[in-house]
């Protein structure tokens, strides 16, 4: 059976003036989900996009908006993005004072719920939120910037991670997506997937292509070979 192979662009990398028809460019290249990075100049140092944005590209894309917060406080900004059309909505453990209460807190709103861990922050934090996660988003650069080279330590942590989610999806049939961000090119994500990754964020690998399809056709056929 091919591995399981979703890519998941980073409009981070996009031509902002053009960002619909960057989106629609994507999705009909054969991306699985929209990757939508939020910064806000105190969690990470950078400034990006927020709901208005996500409600302008929504209906742009027939896929789901994987939306990424890189902001701290959390809670205040989720029911925005909910309202905004985000499918999916990830956060970072130490930019919330209360992660349980976050994930439910997506959860309500109607969206799927991640959890996204920097370089350096310890798999533990699943122990006691892994059964209400649908989505574990392993970051391999420090967040807050695209293009950026892929940190190798991401290929032994991802392996833990995959073992985790694996046992979690062996006790309660649910499916949550292992997802890896930064650095992501088509000559490393075969490695990648290797070590346990199905889902992948690609910002300048995808958009600084020349060719969507191509290098989205290029990243399936390295996790394929994988
Ligand atoms: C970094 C962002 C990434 C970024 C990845 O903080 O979370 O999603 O866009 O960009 P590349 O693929 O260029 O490393
Ligand atoms: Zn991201």
Not at 38 to 53: A, E, K, Q, R, S
Not at 105 to 112: N, T
Not at 202 to 217: E, H, L, M, N, P
Request: hydrophobic residues 45%.
């Amino acid at each position: 059976m091919a591995p399981t192979c979703r890519i998941a662009p980073s409009l981070l990398s996009a031509d902002f003036a053009r960002l619909g028809e960057e989106v629609r460019a994507v999705v009909a290249a054969g991306a699985d989900l929209v990757h939508f990075d939020v910064m806000d100049n105190h969690y990470v140092p950078n400034l990006t996009i927020g709901p208005l944005v996500c409600e302008a590209i929504r209906p742009h894309s027939s896929v789901p908006i994987d939306v990424h917060l890189m902001v701290e406080p959390v809670d205040r900004i989720v029911p925005d993005f909910a309202k905004a059309g985000a499918t999916y909505i990830s956060f970072h453990p130490e930019a919330s004072r209360h992660v349980d209460r976050t994930i439910g807190l997506i959860r309500e709103s109607g969206c799927r719920p991640g959890l996204v861990f920097n370089p350096s922050t310890p798999l533990e934090w699943l122990d006691w939120t892994i059964d209400k996660l649908d989505l574990v988003l392993l970051m391999s650069v420090n967040p807050g910037f695209g293009g950026q080279a892929f940190l190798p330590h991401t290929l032994a942590k991802l392996a833990d991670a995959r073992r985790r989610v694996d046992a979690a999806r062996e006790r309660t049939g649910r499916e949550i997506l292992l997802e890896v961000d930064g650095g992501v090119k088509v000559d490393n994500i075969g490695a990648i997937a290797k070590a346990g990754a199905d889902t992948f964020v690609a910002g300048s690998a995808v958009f600084g292509a020349k060719d969507y399809r191509a290098t989205i056709a290029a990243m399936r056929a390295a996790v394929a070979a994988a």
